[in-house]
């Protein structure tokens, strides 16, 4: 995420999404996001805090609702 195969100013819209702490530099990752974004474009960053709900930890490995 910090070498993007992406022009400087290409997008109009970068979005990142729960990837930050798992970055290995997020400063990095968030100047690479800001180098393809167009000037007056936007970048968004999603996350969640941190939380102890283990039902939520491994909601991708099995359909929502399932036990």
Do not use: C, Q, W
Request: no cysteine; glycine share 6%; net charge positive.
């Amino acid at each position: 995420l910090s070498e993007l195969p992406i022009d400087r100013n290409e997008l109009t819209l970068a979005v990142l999404g729960l990837v930050l702490p798992y970055a290995e530099d997020p400063a990095a990752v968030l100047k690479e996001a800001a180098r393809v974004t167009k000037r007056g474009g936007r970048l968004m960053v999603m996350d969640i805090r941190a939380h102890h709900r283990e039902e939520y930890r491994f909601a991708t490995r099995s359909p929502i609702g399932s036990r």
